[in-house]
């Protein structure tokens, strides 16, 4: 027996105009119904239902209602759907799990999804999972018609489906406002944690290393390039001088322009901050950790700087193996060979602003990770300073070396730092 009810998150509004169904942002005008079909609608709402007729029928073409399969009375899997399904595939061939298609268990149970697919799976009776790992049986039909199964080779052999990875697939579709993520609801600044965990503060737990001040420069006596002509000079430098290296001063002016604490205060239990980049709710969740092969005036080592108080603590030597695996790998992803004098670890403290947002909170790390980028850049180029972002490093090196939990602080992004070659 198949099974009706009107997914979750959809709301009916009676209007003069007539009955509107809205699933933030997506509506659907119903027109003039009857008080009998505004009845079934409160049934369909209240839990699954034996039904048909037109309404019914238009409801499932606009991808309105959770349709279940039963057998002796018992849910066998329901098609949730996100949007309007697509007629029904003709079935011909071997057909395969698509490779976007991920199973999960989750608080409702065990779920398929992709983000190519109209709808999500739900299995409620785990005898059909051998179906969908290889999909035959009664399950095969819903899982093509839902985008689950494909053809067997198929997505290999088209651009638009084998140039992305699964994983970074779902990450645009679960970060983006769209048929799954709606703003308010499970997606956004929610503040879901409230109330349930305490807010990480503005500052990190400081290390226990020696403490090296840094110069603070007098911003009004800077005599900076047009800032045209900071943005026309930009370049990635990976080559840097080393009979003449980065110096201390010039490495405490790039951080202080950059990336210190310009002011903090406290809202509703949460401290919030002020730093030269933006980000978004102020949370400011990004550390930045210098690690010094070669500098003038300071000792090689990992540092952290500490924007509060504008100085490094050093978290580890030169010699731990973690340290010297953070900059070889910065080397060979900077297409050198070469560690640069001075690498600038960039991580995130997670439950900084994965406390308030929901869905979007990695994306939005990473759109700081590049106005961070972006900043640095700019202040290096007015510097005179050779800078380069880097596109990866290694997250489990920046984990041994600081200690830190990655869990709760890791590693985001790595930028180089040094001298001009001349």
Same mark, same amino acid.
């Given at each position: 027996?198949?099974?009706?009810?009107?997914?979750?998150?959809?709301?009916?509004? %009676?209007?003069? =105009?007539?009955?509107?169904?809205?699933?933030?942002?997506?509506?659907?005008?119903?027109?003039?119904?009857?008080?009998?079909?505004?009845?079934?609608?409160?049934?369909?709402?209240?839990?699954?239902?034996?039904?048909?007729?037109?309404?019914? +029928?238009?409801?499932?073409?606009?991808?309105?209602?959770?349709?279940?399969?039963? %057998?002796?009375? %018992?849910? *066998?899997? @329901?098609?949730?759907?996100?949007?309007?399904?697509?007629?029904? !595939?003709?079935?011909?061939?071997?057909?395969?799990?698509?490779?976007?298609?991920?199973?999960?268990?989750?608080?409702?149970?065990?779920?398929? %999804?992709?983000?190519?697919?109209? &709808?999500?799976?739900?299995?409620?009776?785990?005898?059909?999972?051998?179906?969908?790992?290889?999909?035959?049986?009664?399950?095969?039909?819903?899982?093509?018609?839902?985008?689950?199964?494909?053809?067997?080779? =198929?997505?290999?052999?088209?651009?638009?489906?084998?140039?992305? =990875?699964?994983?970074?697939?779902?990450?645009?579709?679960?970060?983006?406002?769209?048929?799954?993520?709606?703003?308010?609801?499970?997606?956004?600044?929610?503040?879901?944690?409230? /109330?349930?965990?305490?807010?990480?503060?503005?500052?990190?737990?400081?290390?226990?290393?020696?403490?090296?001040?840094? !110069?603070?420069?007098?911003?009004?006596?800077?005599?900076?390039?047009?800032?045209?002509?900071?943005?026309?000079? #930009?370049? =990635?430098?990976?080559?840097? +001088?080393?009979?003449?290296?980065?110096?201390?001063?010039?490495?405490?002016?790039?951080?202080?322009?950059?990336? #210190?604490?310009?002011?903090?205060? @406290?809202?509703?239990?949460?401290?919030?901050?002020?730093?030269?980049?933006?980000?978004?709710?102020?949370?400011?969740?990004?550390?930045?950790?210098?690690?010094?092969?070669?500098?003038?005036?300071?000792? !090689?080592?990992?540092?952290?700087?500490?924007?509060?108080?504008?100085?490094?603590?050093?978290?580890?030597?030169?010699?731990?193996?973690?340290?010297?695996?953070?900059?070889?790998?910065?080397?060979?992803?900077?297409?050198?060979? *070469?560690?640069?004098?001075?690498?600038?670890?960039?991580?995130?403290?997670?439950?900084?602003?994965?406390?308030?947002?929901?869905?979007?909170?990695?994306?939005?790390?990473?759109?700081?990770?590049?106005?961070?980028?972006?900043?640095?850049?700019?202040?290096?180029?007015?510097?005179?300073?050779?800078? &380069? /972002?880097?596109?990866?490093?290694?997250?489990?090196?920046?984990?041994?070396?600081?200690?830190?939990?990655?869990? *709760?602080?890791?590693?985001? /992004?790595?930028?180089?730092?040094?001298?001009?070659?001349?």
């Amino acid at each position: 027996m198949t099974l009706y009810h009107l997914r979750a998150g959809v709301h009916l509004a %009676r209007l003069d =105009s007539g009955a509107r169904l809205f699933a933030w942002p997506h509506a659907e005008s119903l027109g003039e119904l009857g008080e009998e079909e505004f009845g079934l609608l409160r049934e369909l709402a209240s839990g699954p239902r034996n039904a048909s007729g037109p309404l019914v +029928d238009r409801l499932l073409a606009g991808g309105w209602l959770k349709i279940t399969i039963t %057998r002796d009375d %018992r849910p *066998r899997y @329901t098609l949730d759907p996100l949007k309007a399904p697509p007629p029904r !595939p003709e079935i011909s061939g071997r057909w395969v799990l698509s490779k976007f298609a991920a199973l999960r268990r989750e608080a409702g149970g065990v779920v398929v %999804r992709s983000p190519l697919a109209w &709808c999500d799976l739900w299995i409620h009776d785990h005898s059909l999972l051998p179906d969908v790992v290889e999909p035959g049986g009664e399950l095969l039909g819903d899982l093509v018609w839902a985008g689950l199964a494909v053809p067997e080779g =198929s997505e290999e052999g088209e651009l638009r489906s084998a140039q992305w =990875s699964p994983q970074e697939l779902e990450f645009h579709d679960r970060s983006r406002v769209g048929f799954r993520g709606y703003l308010g609801d499970g997606f956004g600044g929610t503040f879901w944690a409230q /109330g349930r965990f305490e807010p990480e503060p503005a500052r990190p737990e400081p290390y226990q290393g020696i403490v090296v001040e840094l !110069p603070r420069p007098d911003l009004a006596e800077l005599k900076d390039p047009a800032l045209t002509d900071v943005l026309e000079g #930009r370049r =990635s430098r990976r080559e840097c +001088d080393d009979e003449r290296p980065v110096g201390l001063a010039q490495l405490g002016e790039l951080l202080y322009r950059a990336a #210190r604490v310009r002011e903090q205060w @406290t809202a509703d239990g949460v401290e919030y901050t002020s730093k030269p980049y933006p980000s978004g709710g102020s949370v400011y969740e990004l550390e930045i950790y210098p690690v010094i092969r070669h500098a003038a005036g300071i000792a !090689p080592g990992m540092y952290h700087y500490d924007a509060h108080d504008h100085v490094l603590r050093q978290v580890r030597e030169a010699g731990h193996p973690a340290v010297r695996r953070l900059l070889t790998v910065a080397g060979h992803g900077a297409a050198t060979g *070469r560690r640069p004098q001075v690498l600038l670890a960039i991580s995130a403290r997670a439950g900084r602003i994965l406390w308030k947002y929901e869905g979007m909170g990695y994306a939005l790390m990473l759109k700081h990770v590049g106005v961070l980028y972006q900043t640095l850049y700019l202040v290096a180029t007015a510097m005179g300073l050779a800078a &380069c /972002g880097l596109g990866g490093g290694d997250s489990v090196a920046f984990a041994e070396a600081t200690g830190r939990d990655p869990l *709760r602080e890791c590693a985001v /992004g790595e930028f180089m730092i040094g001298s001009v070659e001349t």
